[in-house]
């Protein structure tokens, strides 16, 4: 338990001065724009958007700069940032089949209706170090092609006739759950899972997604379609009556295929995870639809065997601002607790001693 | 990008100027401040937007932005965007509004005088003035189009052998 402290004043004062003195760096080497981390360093923004739940590239590149590069602390930070908003209300659920597709691909479904573009991809680099960058060499223009403007309907709309994926169902008539307002309490129904999911921590659910394809809780995962491009998002005040759009905001989605699920009523069909993050972020869009996929084990009448599938488990873990809080608070003064534990050690030690003295003494007598 | 509406216009308010009013403020939401005022300069309202009165100060807050499972199936929270929002009313009381991602609160006001006006027969100066932002989303987005589509992709399979 934490017992509050005093004292340290001058200390802590002259620690954060010294902060942003390391965090300048030296003189001679030009300080950082918020504007160069938005847009060079935009997958770090992206990332800090995504887990500090708000959409800002701005205000995710500034608390990147503030946080000297450290992630966690930049969500953390907007996460505080966030709270001292007013909420106005929620949007129009976000329609990703009409997004401004950056990059579309399916491992599933080669020839896909609309195509498949990769986009600004890591995929197919070669991993090596390139030094041209250390001497900024100067850039080809990206190549162009005519546009085709072609519609791109989610993969998973394409094999509806036959009914051999699940459809999702909407149904605007049920609350949101949100748990910004009201703390989670398990079993939690899908749209909280999602939310959870959502703003979780990109590494835990990458090892938790990497665990259900290792075998535990393996769900045999396709990816059906990972798309990222721009979406337009709307919202309708109540002094308007209609859908104002609000601006465009980047995603990234992924429809995750897995095995099939039947019974008595439905034949077996293709079961689906889905991941939906803001910014480019396949690994976490991915992982997310993995886990997603997992934690509907209750839904199919599946076993919970493996951690992926246990929603009290992931979804009390998955955020890391509140992990790093837990985990963090450990290296806060704990002295009067500490003590406690001291005295309690030292009077257990001297009723050993004694125990063993008493038990020695004992055997010498009977060895006599 | 320029958005396309997806919402059936509610009864309490006339079609036809609610598509003009929402192609935009779509366009705004795109454009710079910077633009937005050349826009206000260029239909020569200065005076009038000098004259507007706040119904509501500009101000900064939280939109949470919903998503649905698998894309179309049950809504759920995916996190939030600042926005910030303002209104207005011009001295001949027409009122004007904003909705905008981000937290420029000068652009949302400038935005919201522009709303006010398009309502009535300034639109068509408006339009015009909002063209040159139009073309250059146009173009942005044509162009970004015209470069993904230059990473369209097929991939062959490789016949197995006998095995």
């Known amino acids: 338990m934490y017992v509050a402290v005093k004292g340290g004043e001058a200390a802590i004062d002259n620690a954060h001065a010294l902060l942003a003195h390391e965090r300048r760096g030296p003189e001679d080497v030009a300080e950082i724009a918020p504007r160069q981390i938005e847009t060079q360093l935009k997958l770090a923004v992206d990332r800090v ?40 209300g929620a949007s129009e659920p976000l329609d990703t089949a009409r997004m401004a597709i950056e990059r579309r691909i399916s491992a599933t479904f080669k020839d896909l209706p609309g195509g498949q573009v990769l986009g600004p991809t890591f995929d197919y680099t ?25 519609a791109t309907p989610r993969v998973t709309d394409l094999l509806d006739d036959e009914g051999l994926i699940e459809r999702d169902v909407p149904d605007d008539m049920a609350d949101v759950g949100d748990l910004t307002r009201a703390p989670l309490d398990f079993p939690a129904d899908r749209d909280l899972r999602l939310q959870a999911l959502a703003r979780g921590d990109e590494g835990f659910l990458l090892a938790l997604g990497y665990s259900t394809q290792r075998g ?33 905001v ?10 099939f699920h039947g019974s008595a009523d439905v034949p077996p069909q293709f079961t689906r995870g889905y991941g939906l993050v803001f910014g480019q972020s396949e690994r976490k869009a991915m992982s997310m639809s993995l886990v997603d996929r997992a934690l509907r084990t209750r839904e199919f009448g599946e076993d919970v065997v493996a951690p992926a ?38 009077k257990m030690r001297a009723e050993h001693a004694a125990r063993r003295q008493g038990t020695d003494s004992e055997l010498k007598e009977a060895a006599e | 990008m320029t958005s396309s509406i997806s919402h059936a216009v509610r009864p309490k308010t006339e079609g036809y100027l609610v598509l003009r009013r929402q192609a935009l403020m779509a366009l705004l939401a795109e454009a710079t401040k910077d633009e937005i005022c050349q826009i206000l300069s260029d239909i ?26 698998g894309g ?84 062959f399979t490789m016949v197995r052998g006998e095995d």
Do not use: W
Request: charged share 25%; proline share 4%.
């Open chain 1, 309 to 346: 599938q246990d929603e009290e488990f992931v979804l009390s873990h998955c955020d890391n601002v509140q992990a790093t809080g837990f985990v963090e608070h450990l290296k806060l003064p704990h002295y009067v607790d500490f003590q406690a534990e001291l005295g309690l050690v030292r």
């Open chain 2, 44 to 69: 020569g309202a200065g005076a009038l937007a000098a004259a507007a009165v706040d119904l509501r100060r500009p101000e900064s807050g939280l939109v949470m932005l919903r998503g649905r499972a």
């Open chain 1, 126 to 150: 070669h991993r090596l170090i390139d030094f041209l960058l250390e001497a900024g060499a100067e850039l080809p223009l990206p190549a162009e092609v005519e546009a085709a403007h072609e």
């Open chain 2, 72 to 155: 179309d199936g049950r809504a759920f929270n995916l996190g939030e965007a600042t926005v910030t929002r303002a209104a207005i009313r011009l001295p001949d009381g027409r009122t004007g509004f904003a909705y905008q991602l981000g937290r420029d609160s000068e652009k949302a006001r400038i935005s919201a005088i522009l709303d006010a006006l398009c309502q009535g027969d300034e639109h068509v100066a408006v339009e015009r003035a909002a063209r040159t932002v139009r073309q250059r989303v146009a173009a942005e987005a044509e162009t970004k189009a015209r470069r993904v589509a230059a990473t369209k992709v097929d991939f």
């Open chain 1, 49 to 88: 958007m995504a887990e500090g739940s708000l959409y800002d590239p701005k205000l995710a590149a500034l608390a990147i700069k503030q946080a000297r590069g450290d992630l966690i602390e930049a969500i953390f930070l907007v996460r505080a940032y966030r709270t001292t908003l007013p909420r106005f």
């Open chain 1, 250 to 259: 980047a995603v990234t989605e992924c429809q995750m295929v897995n095995q």
């Open chain 1, 216 to 248: 535990y809780g393996r769900t045999h995962p396709f990816v059906g379609e990972i798309r990222f491009g721009a979406v337009t998002a709307e919202y309708v005040p109540e002094e308007l009556g209609f859908a104002v759009p609000l601006g465009s």
